[in-house]
């Protein structure tokens, strides 16, 4: 079986490689280009350890082809922080102990970011409905959705 | 323990007790952490496992002719790579588990036992061609009848799954073989005594199904070996030292000649304390002579790793009219999985340990089913149990008209008193929690039509364990603390407060990183609530030991005596003006001048560490039930639990959230779902129903404190307690919502709607 | 003298006795003499158990000492997860 040869924008970084038909764009980022940062905790869209954007959406990158990223737009966890500045949500989450093993950590920051992008004030049930796709079994969802209100406030300036 | 320690416990602290940020952090929020499966090795192979679509079934033979002579494919393992060993060894494991059992459960021996069970693993040079390779194996089985369900494997007809296996702790040892591998008898006092002292007796049956850890992390490992036989293993993991006694005994190694690694772990919670992967890993790498990768699915976290046992209970206590326990006696079967264990008793004993009642009488059954080897979900065989236990309390309080805390402090156990399995108590905070529980603000929200509160209890006595510990300090003032307990929640942090608070440093001077198994002495796993108590006393007598060591410095550049000196606010200094004229040295200064006197500062602990203090625990649900649809809201949640000192708030609270939220789960939803076929229907994340953040609101917590004499700062282990409460905490809310008594876990909307209407 | 109960849990593997009198100074003494003395009482320490001692639980230390008098009692090992 011949190999496909992808080429893709990733974290603002023209980026190429190749792979299988089969191969998920969760698989490519992870096998082919080193970035680790989005993990597959079922492969099958339901736990959302592996979101991305791609163009400017929230995905499931296990549910992605690898070779539908062609001419697109991905952005991972990696490229959440702006050079040695991290995303308000990141510092947030750190400060309030919003993760334990971590794991899922990832997700949650990038559909996180994308909420507060579209909302800079969802109530607390806008984020809890917004981040249902992101599971997490350490937390019991509690500091991070309070590290998402608090962050949403201090970007508001409230 | 260091025979020796000094124990007088601190009570003002200035680091122990803040919130600072954890050294990991900002790698786990930009991706940088690397997880088990985040490992690459220059030609790596991918490994996959055959798994058993049978229930039980006897190998005749495999043929992997096929899969070894596809291109691509550099290795092939089945039972015949693997040496046999004696039955009787077992692992310095947590759970002390039976080797045999473990190296069976990793590769089908004469039998499969379970549906996934493992039968054969390929590597090959990409995960496309092993897939090929694993359909090219031949296995012809001769199906068995099997049994998924624990009473029935109880039965004198049940599938018989060990022939080898007879009912340990009858009085005499059984000629036949039988699915029930051991019976406990728990008995004090007198409890026809006790029923005919009881103004009222309730009894009750009740029956919990397994739940998952449903850790996001699936098993995932990377094994390299050399061709004289040194092993690399990487792996998440909560014990890599266990992983290295484990897979060194399976494959037949020196402990010595396999050295693991520890990955960034993303969760465990139990499930990740024994071997699933790793040990074929090695087997494949050894083979193949090429690292081999493998990680499992989620489909294979679910059938093949280890889910937590399935229980039939039933419980009868008697009650004074005034809410006094004057009895109760109980029946217990649980069942392991595959392979022996041994829970129900100790769960058993938990259930009843948080009251004072002389008259107990429990029948204990561990059993063998076919179902994947069960593993230790937080706190193993306490919350089934303490459902139970809790339920009937709380069926007792409706028929007395008694508020449920009422009813717990008139019988809750406190210092001095004997607990149900021996020893008197020392200082606990069972009664410190109900009252902190009583005046929380939750307890007075009002309740609305088909909403209730429901309130239970929970205890566990938690260990120490060996533990190692080394901490460096560098010439240029900083300190290094060399951990071997791997950080599930947080503990870097605590060790490093530890640290800073012992040596008078500020927390940005101390580093910590967990090292691999040839770096440090043993460690047991992290689990058993273990590691703030036992890592944070190993990472205390290190400090100690560098204090003596600098303070030995200082007085010899001065030309005093060493007991001349005092060390004080991080610093060394002359203890009086007879001692001389010297100013004092800062730890620092100290640490600057190591080459000079002597050579590099450090300080080391190896222990075992004893005195872990019990958390008891109380939680409140709050919850609404839709009587059409049977789904239940959860209005509120409090979880308040003794943490003895907690060392970092942040961490404490998130561990009480984190066990409610499970329990909450499994009160709910989680249950494996076997057909008639005993192969296991939802293994996966849409059908095993694990809750979301919009199924549930803000868990509120408590943190009582009533500190441990057994360690230095009076810490408890506190990750095992959240999950044993919520289970009866959601069922006495749910029952009363409905007005039926519920005993079934989990209360699924279709059960709460047949309960409704049956 | 030491006066060693053994806990509810492992009361019924030791044939109903509760209390099983040794002359010991460690741990290790302690349950190298029962099993000399008690013979009924091998299945018990064979499986690894915990003892107690004034109402701290050691898990595995041989050489704990164990003062005269002391309230002792076998159980079993402690889990975890």
Request: net charge negative; charged share 20%; proline share 5%.
């Given at each position: 079986m011949s190999r496909t040869h992808i080429t893709t924008t990733v974290n603002g970084d023209t980026v190429e490689f190749l792979c299988d038909p089969q191969e998920t764009l969760l698989d490519a980022l992870r096998d082919h280009l080193g970035l680790t940062g989005s993990k597959e905790g079922c492969a099958s869209g339901d736990c959302g350890a592996c979101s991305v954007m791609l163009d400017g959406r929230l995905v499931c990158s296990c549910l992605v082809l690898a070779a539908e990223s062609v001419g697109r737009k991905v952005e991972t966890i990696e490229g959440m922080a702006d050079g040695d500045d991290l995303h308000p949500l990141q510092q947030k989450f750190l400060e309030m102990g919003a993760l334990q093993c971590g794991i899922c950590t990832p997700g949650f920051l990038v559909a996180a970011k994308d909420l507060l992008e579209r909302n800079a004030d969802p109530s607390e049930t806008e984020i809890r409905y917004w981040l249902a796709g992101n599971l997490c079994r350490c937390t019991g969802y509690d500091k991070i959705i309070r590290a998402v209100m608090e962050t949403a406030a201090d970007m508001r300036g409230a | 323990m260091p025979l020796d320690m000094d124990l007088t416990p601190k009570t003002v602290f200035d680091t122990v007790g803040t919130r600072p940020v954890r050294p990991d952090g900002n790698d786990k929020v930009t991706g940088r952490a690397r997880y088990g499966a985040d490992m690459a090795m220059a030609g790596m192979l991918f490994g996959l496992v055959l798994r058993s679509p049978h229930a039980h079934a006897r190998i005749v033979s495999i043929d992997t002719s096929k899969a070894e002579?596809?291109?691509?494919?550099?290795?092939?393992?089945?039972?015949?790579?693997?040496?046999?060993?004696?039955?009787d060894e077992t692992a310095k494991a947590e759970a002390e588990e039976n080797l045999w059992d473990v190296a069976c459960n990793v590769m089908a021996r004469d039998k499969v036992l379970y549906d996934g069970h493992a039968v054969a693993s390929v590597a090959a040079t990409s995960m496309a061609i092993a897939k090929k390779a694993l359909k090219l194996i031949d296995v012809t089985y001769e199906v068995l009848p099997h049994v998924t369900d624990v009473d029935e494997a109880m039965r004198d007809d049940a599938p018989v799954l060990h022939d080898d296996l007879f009912t340990a702790g009858l009085d005499k040892t059984p000629e036949k073989a039988s699915n029930i591998c051991e019976y406990t008898k728990i008995t004090t006092g007198d409890v026809a005594k006790g029923f005919g002292d009881a103004d009222l007796i309730v009894e009750r049956a009740f029956v919990t199904e397994a739940a998952h850890q449903g850790y996001i992390e699936p098993h995932a490992c990377v094994a390299a070996i050399s061709r004289d036989g040194l092993a690399d293993l990487w792996v998440c993991t909560q014990g890599h030292y266990t992983v290295r006694t484990m897979c060194a005994a399976i494959l037949g190694m020196n402990q010595s000649d396999l050295r693991v690694t520890s990955s960034e772990i993303g969760g465990g919670f139990g499930g990740k304390t024994t071997v699933f992967l790793e040990p074929v890993c090695l087997a494949l790498a050894k083979k193949s002579h090429r690292p081999v990768k493998m990680t499992m699915s989620r489909d294979e976290v679910f059938r093949a790793s280890g889910p937590t046992f399935s229980t039939s209970m039933k419980i009868k206590m008697g009650v004074t009219n005034d809410g006094k326990i004057t009895a109760c006696e109980g029946r217990f079967s649980y069942q392991h999985g595959a392979f022996a264990g041994?829970?129900?008793?100790?769960?058993?004993?938990?259930?009843?340990?948080?009251?004072?009642?002389?008259?107990?009488?429990?029948?204990?059954?561990?059993?063998?089913?076919?179902?994947?080897?069960?593993?230790?979900?937080?706190?193993?065989?306490?919350?089934?149990?303490?459902?139970?236990?809790?339920?009937?309390?709380?069926?007792?309080?409706?028929?007395?008209?008694?508020?449920?805390?009422?009813?717990?402090?008139?019988?809750?156990?406190k210092e001095g008193m004997s607990s149900v399995y021996g020893p008197s108590f020392g200082p606990i905070g069972f009664v410190e929690c109900l009252e902190a529980t009583r005046d929380h603000p939750n307890m007075k929200a009002k309740l609305g039509p088909n909403q209730a509160r429901g309130i239970a209890a929970g205890f566990w006595p938690n260990y120490g364990g060996q533990t190692s510990v080394s901490v460096n300090v560098t010439d240029d003032g900083n300190v290094l603390v060399s951990l071997g307990t791997p950080d599930i929640g947080g503990s870097r942090a605590g060790m490093c407060m530890m640290a800073a608070e012992e040596l008078g440093i500020s927390y940005d001077r101390v580093q910590a990183i967990i090292a691999d198994t040839s770096s440090l002495g043993f460690n047991d796993t992290t689990g058993g609530s273990r590691v703030t108590h036992s890592a944070g006393m190993a990472t205390i007598e290190a400090s100690r030991k560098i204090i003596e060591i600098m303070k030995h410095r200082a007085a010899q550049v001065w030309g005093i005596e060493a007991d001349a000196v005092v060390w004080e606010d991080g610093q060394v200094r002359p203890s009086g003006p007879n001692a001389g004229d010297n100013k004092p040295m800062s730890f620092a200064d100290v640490a600057a001048i190591a080459g000079s006197t002597g050579g590099p500062i450090a300080g080391h602990s190896e222990i075992n560490a004893e005195g872990a203090g019990a958390s008891f625990g109380v939680h409140v649900a709050d919850v609404e039930v839709d009587p059409e649809t049977g789904q239940t809201t959860v209005l509120r949640?409090?979880?308040?639990?003794?943490?003895?000192?907690?060392?970092?708030?942040?961490?404490?609270?998130?561990?009480?959230?984190?066990?409610?939220?499970?329990?909450?789960?499994?009160?709910?939803?989680?249950?494996?779902?076997?057909?008639?076929?005993?192969?296991?229907?939802?293994?996966?994340?849409?059908?095993?129903?694990?809750?979301?953040?919009?199924?549930?609101?803000?868990?509120?917590?408590?943190?009582?404190?009533?500190?441990?004499?057994?360690?230095?700062?009076?810490?408890?282990?506190?990750?095992?307690?959240?999950?044993?409460?919520?289970?009866?905490?959601?069922?006495?809310?749910?029952?009363?919502?409905?007005?039926?008594?519920?005993?079934?876990?989990?209360?699924?909307?279709?059960?709460?709607?047949?309960?409704?209407?049956? | 003298m030491i006066e060693v109960q053994l806990g509810a849990t492992l009361r019924s593997m030791a044939g109903g006795r509760t209390s099983f009198p040794v002359e010991a100074t460690t741990i290790k003494q302690l349950l190298?003499?029962?099993?000399?003395?008690?013979?009924?009482?091998?299945?018990?320490?064979?499986?690894?158990?915990?003892?107690s001692i004034d109402g701290t639980i050691y898990r595995d230390s041989w050489l704990q000492r164990v003062p005269d008098g002391a309230e002792v009692f076998l159980m079993p090992r402690v889990a975890g997860g």
């Amino acid at each position: 079986m011949s190999r496909t040869h992808i080429t893709t924008t990733v974290n603002g970084d023209t980026v190429e490689f190749l792979c299988d038909p089969q191969e998920t764009l969760l698989d490519a980022l992870r096998d082919h280009l080193g970035l680790t940062g989005s993990k597959e905790g079922c492969a099958s869209g339901d736990c959302g350890a592996c979101s991305v954007m791609l163009d400017g959406r929230l995905v499931c990158s296990c549910l992605v082809l690898a070779a539908e990223s062609v001419g697109r737009k991905v952005e991972t966890i990696e490229g959440m922080a702006d050079g040695d500045d991290l995303h308000p949500l990141q510092q947030k989450f750190l400060e309030m102990g919003a993760l334990q093993c971590g794991i899922c950590t990832p997700g949650f920051l990038v559909a996180a970011k994308d909420l507060l992008e579209r909302n800079a004030d969802p109530s607390e049930t806008e984020i809890r409905y917004w981040l249902a796709g992101n599971l997490c079994r350490c937390t019991g969802y509690d500091k991070i959705i309070r590290a998402v209100m608090e962050t949403a406030a201090d970007m508001r300036g409230a | 323990m260091p025979l020796d320690m000094d124990l007088t416990p601190k009570t003002v602290f200035d680091t122990v007790g803040t919130r600072p940020v954890r050294p990991d952090g900002n790698d786990k929020v930009t991706g940088r952490a690397r997880y088990g499966a985040d490992m690459a090795m220059a030609g790596m192979l991918f490994g996959l496992v055959l798994r058993s679509p049978h229930a039980h079934a006897r190998i005749v033979s495999i043929d992997t002719s096929k899969a070894e002579a596809l291109e691509g494919v550099k290795a092939v393992v089945t039972r015949d790579d693997f040496p046999a060993l004696d039955g009787d060894e077992t692992a310095k494991a947590e759970a002390e588990e039976n080797l045999w059992d473990v190296a069976c459960n990793v590769m089908a021996r004469d039998k499969v036992l379970y549906d996934g069970h493992a039968v054969a693993s390929v590597a090959a040079t990409s995960m496309a061609i092993a897939k090929k390779a694993l359909k090219l194996i031949d296995v012809t089985y001769e199906v068995l009848p099997h049994v998924t369900d624990v009473d029935e494997a109880m039965r004198d007809d049940a599938p018989v799954l060990h022939d080898d296996l007879f009912t340990a702790g009858l009085d005499k040892t059984p000629e036949k073989a039988s699915n029930i591998c051991e019976y406990t008898k728990i008995t004090t006092g007198d409890v026809a005594k006790g029923f005919g002292d009881a103004d009222l007796i309730v009894e009750r049956a009740f029956v919990t199904e397994a739940a998952h850890q449903g850790y996001i992390e699936p098993h995932a490992c990377v094994a390299a070996i050399s061709r004289d036989g040194l092993a690399d293993l990487w792996v998440c993991t909560q014990g890599h030292y266990t992983v290295r006694t484990m897979c060194a005994a399976i494959l037949g190694m020196n402990q010595s000649d396999l050295r693991v690694t520890s990955s960034e772990i993303g969760g465990g919670f139990g499930g990740k304390t024994t071997v699933f992967l790793e040990p074929v890993c090695l087997a494949l790498a050894k083979k193949s002579h090429r690292p081999v990768k493998m990680t499992m699915s989620r489909d294979e976290v679910f059938r093949a790793s280890g889910p937590t046992f399935s229980t039939s209970m039933k419980i009868k206590m008697g009650v004074t009219n005034d809410g006094k326990i004057t009895a109760c006696e109980g029946r217990f079967s649980y069942q392991h999985g595959a392979f022996a264990g041994s829970s129900a008793g100790y769960g058993a004993t938990c259930s009843m340990a948080l009251y004072d009642c002389v008259n107990i009488d429990f029948d204990c059954y561990d059993v063998v089913v076919n179902r994947p080897k069960a593993a230790a979900y937080r706190a193993p065989g306490a919350p089934m149990s303490c459902y139970a236990v809790e339920s009937v309390l709380d069926e007792i309080a409706q028929k007395l008209d008694m508020d449920p805390i009422d009813l717990r402090m008139k019988n809750a156990v406190k210092e001095g008193m004997s607990s149900v399995y021996g020893p008197s108590f020392g200082p606990i905070g069972f009664v410190e929690c109900l009252e902190a529980t009583r005046d929380h603000p939750n307890m007075k929200a009002k309740l609305g039509p088909n909403q209730a509160r429901g309130i239970a209890a929970g205890f566990w006595p938690n260990y120490g364990g060996q533990t190692s510990v080394s901490v460096n300090v560098t010439d240029d003032g900083n300190v290094l603390v060399s951990l071997g307990t791997p950080d599930i929640g947080g503990s870097r942090a605590g060790m490093c407060m530890m640290a800073a608070e012992e040596l008078g440093i500020s927390y940005d001077r101390v580093q910590a990183i967990i090292a691999d198994t040839s770096s440090l002495g043993f460690n047991d796993t992290t689990g058993g609530s273990r590691v703030t108590h036992s890592a944070g006393m190993a990472t205390i007598e290190a400090s100690r030991k560098i204090i003596e060591i600098m303070k030995h410095r200082a007085a010899q550049v001065w030309g005093i005596e060493a007991d001349a000196v005092v060390w004080e606010d991080g610093q060394v200094r002359p203890s009086g003006p007879n001692a001389g004229d010297n100013k004092p040295m800062s730890f620092a200064d100290v640490a600057a001048i190591a080459g000079s006197t002597g050579g590099p500062i450090a300080g080391h602990s190896e222990i075992n560490a004893e005195g872990a203090g019990a958390s008891f625990g109380v939680h409140v649900a709050d919850v609404e039930v839709d009587p059409e649809t049977g789904q239940t809201t959860v209005l509120r949640y409090l979880a308040v639990q003794d943490a003895g000192k907690a060392i970092h708030p942040d961490y404490v609270e998130g561990q009480y959230q984190g066990g409610a939220v499970q329990g909450i789960g499994w009160a709910l939803n989680e249950e494996y779902i076997y057909n008639e076929d005993g192969k296991l229907q939802n293994p996966g994340f849409l059908d095993y129903r694990m809750p979301v953040a919009s199924d549930l609101p803000m868990i509120d917590t408590v943190i009582v404190e009533v500190p441990n004499p057994g360690h230095p700062y009076g810490v408890r282990g506190v990750g095992e307690t959240p999950i044993i409460p919520p289970l009866a905490a959601m069922g006495n809310a749910v029952s009363r919502a409905i007005d039926r008594r519920l005993s079934e876990i989990p209360m699924s909307p279709p059960r709460i709607v047949d309960a409704i209407d049956g | 003298m030491i006066e060693v109960q053994l806990g509810a849990t492992l009361r019924s593997m030791a044939g109903g006795r509760t209390s099983f009198p040794v002359e010991a100074t460690t741990i290790k003494q302690l349950l190298d003499r029962l099993g000399e003395t008690y013979p009924e009482l091998a299945p018990v320490l064979e499986r690894g158990i915990a003892v107690s001692i004034d109402g701290t639980i050691y898990r595995d230390s041989w050489l704990q000492r164990v003062p005269d008098g002391a309230e002792v009692f076998l159980m079993p090992r402690v889990a975890g997860g």
